[in-house]
């Protein structure tokens, strides 16, 4: 009896709570201005950077134009410094007039003409971040209820000037008010960031069923030092983040900063294998308008993307951390394939990690892989040792197809070669791979 009631009572809880949007199956891509143009508000003297209509519109246009949308990078999405430093008479945010003069309705127009997405940025505090005006307790519905006529696609909901109380009330009512418009409306939540990122205090199974995506950790900045600090952090605590982590519910380590200042290409493709391992929103903040081609080249990856994007959802983990400063991840996918990254902290020079599958933990079997970034192709039984050359804070990226029945395995031996394949009784041909 007590059961049924508590059944009834979940079930309840979950109807009323729950974010019922069936958006973000997949980890949302796009782009987001805030790391790469902050709160430059200077039009008059920085009229191609600065927060505007204009920056949007641009960015549109490249996303548009060269690419991007068409492998999923679809959101265009406003951060803080937008709105103007009141409300309007009718107590509604609106943005600033003179670098938002068309509103930001038309805005969203522009993004829906092209097929593309407007998100928004607010704060459940009295403040945003930056100091503008915030949404607290009684300003949340009417603020929903404004982005939702705005015809906004996503929300960013920040915590800055709000305090612990405030916020386990603010979040869920603010996913209840999303909701309430009718209007599906992706609904990021900064809230574990502001409560440490972990459990006790952090309550990963409510935050699932509230939003869609939630920030858990700092801001990151244009410097590799940045990068690795997130990334540690997201894989020391994998335990208690990677479970939270499933179609429309993502811990986000923050935006690609991949074309902008402070990676080298090998730790942009460490940034984005990373990324791409850890199921989260690939949100770039940087100048699509000149980006390098470099740059591009790995933000447009498409088996990255399509790791990213798998549609199982599972959050991928570190399996191995080696003395030598070689580190392994990996992450389950659809159809029984997996991804692989072997990272080098080392600061040294390309270092020859050698393992194996099996090592590995795989199963027994045959594998066809491709390294993602170099496209090179191969096969490898799980017994074969072999050797990865990683570079100093870059990566080696493989996608790793389904086990092949050994016995097949032999069959193709024997026939034509796709990449090279390699016998575990060939003692002298330990395979060198990608140097
Ligand atoms: C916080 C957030 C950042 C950004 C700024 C804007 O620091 O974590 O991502 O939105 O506020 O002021």
Redesign the pocket.
């Known amino acids: 009896m007590y059961l049924v009631v508590l059944l009834f009572a979940s079930a309840l809880f979950v109807s009323t709570f729950a974010l019922d949007n069936g958006l973000m199956q997949t980890p949302p891509m796009g782009w987001l201005a805030?790391e790469r143009f902050r709160?430059d508000i200077d039009c008059e003297h920085d009229p191609k950077n600065c927060i505007s209509e204009n920056l949007f519109t641009d960015m549109a246009d490249r996303l548009y134009e060269d690419g991007w949308m068409d492998l999923g990078y679809v959101y265009v999405n406003i951060?803080?410094?937008w709105s103007s430093m009141q409300r309007d008479g009718k107590g509604r945010l609106q943005p600033d007039p003179k670098r938002f003069p068309g509103g930001i309705r038309r805005l969203a127009r522009y993004m829906h003409d092209r097929g593309l997405k407007l998100g928004i940025?607010g704060d459940m505090g009295t403040h945003?971040?930056?100091g503008y005006p915030g949404s607290p307790l009684d300003k949340i519905e009417i603020d929903a209820q404004t982005f939702a006529d705005w015809e906004v696609d996503m929300l960013?909901f920040?915590g800055?000037y709000s305090n612990t109380t405030e916020q386990e009330q603010g979040y869920p009512l603010m996913s209840k008010a999303l909701n309430a418009t009718g209007r599906p409306i992706g609904y990021s939540c900064?809230w574990p960031?502001y409560q440490g990122g972990l459990p006790p205090k952090v309550n990963y199974t409510q935050l699932g069923l509230i939003c869609n995506l939630w920030?858990n950790y700092g801001?990151i900045q244009d410097s590799w030092d940045s990068v690795l600090t997130i990334v540690d952090w997201f894989f020391e605590n994998q335990d208690a983040l990677a479970p939270a982590a499933g179609p429309g519910r993502w811990n986000d380590p923050?935006m690609l900063i991949v074309g902008d200042f402070g990676l080298s290409m090998d730790q942009s493709r460490s940034q984005m294998a990373l990324w791409a391992i850890m199921a989260a929103p690939l949100f770039m903040s940087n100048d699509l308008r000149t980006i390098s081609s470099g740059a591009r080249g790995i933000l447009q990856n498409k088996m990255a993307i399509s790791i990213n994007q798998d549609p199982m959802g599972i959050q991928g983990r570190r399996i191995v951390k080696e003395k030598s400063g070689i580190d392994v991840f990996l992450r389950p996918l659809s159809n029984n394939a997996s991804a692989l990254v072997f990272f080098s902290r080392r600061n040294d020079m390309p270092y020859r990690y050698q393992t194996s599958l099996r090592k590995l933990n795989y199963p027994t079997g045959s594998y066809n892989i491709i390294d993602v970034f170099t496209e090179k192709t191969m096969t490898l039984k799980d017994s074969t040792d072999f050797v990865v050359s990683v570079n100093p804070t870059g990566v080696v990226m493989w996608y790793v197809s389904a086990p092949a029945k050994m016995g097949l395995h032999y069959f193709f031996r024997g026939g034509h070669h796709h990449g090279s394949s390699y016998d575990k009784d060939d003692e002298n041909s330990l395979p060198q791979l990608f140097l």
Do not use: E, I, L, P
């Open positions: 805030w709160c951060d803080d410094c940025y945003t971040c930056g960013k920040d800055c900064s960031a920030r801001d923050d």
